[in-house]
């Protein structure tokens, strides 16, 4: 039986899957600094402006990696937990209007909950991330696009796919055994920062020096 696209099919592959989210995340971290550059007019919350999540503006697709962060972070973020059922209805509401293509198309996202991105801080599209206000990618912006091209064909070669995020959240948030089953990026990144910071602190102190000649 063929295999599920990045299934859990072993440790290796889940491991590679975990470390492809990791350097996902990482590649967010230019992008909310650029959010910090008053200069820049963006939003005071860093947020995307909800009219362009909107069905009149948005067209925004997603990778399957950026998908896959997105399904676990509703999994194991205390508050998303819980709220993947009304995410999944607004998606079956946009998937009545849209269809199963490439091309981008526009839709009302199913993320976007009171006027704020729900994955926000948490598990963002790097595109909705990295869009300036005018509409254009920095050079950190462009960086960061490239990284997640990268990190896609890493793990599935040319097998990976760019669709509207309720194409994507439909495949992966409806398929717990597969993929989506785990810990999302950041998670995973301030758990590695925190195990590298014990190791450095240990490294650091004369106690824990090499012991006894
Ligand atoms: S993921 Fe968030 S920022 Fe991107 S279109 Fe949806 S609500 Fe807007």
Redesign the pocket.
Known sequence: MPRKRGSRGSTARSQQIEAGLVSLDRSRGPLFREKEDEGKSFRPDG??D?V??QRSE?K?R?SDLEAID?ARAFSEKPHLRGKGDEVLQRVGRSLSYIGDTHKPQRFD????EEG?????RIA??I???AELPDGGFSSDGHRSLERRDQLNNELYGNRWEFKA?PLMLARYMMDREGPASGKSGSTLRKEQNRVEQRRASRSNDPRQGSGPA
């Open positions: 947020q995307r909800p362009r999540c948005n925004m997603i997105i996202c199913p993320l976007l704020k991105c729900m994955v926000h963002k599209p595109e909705c991330l995020i």
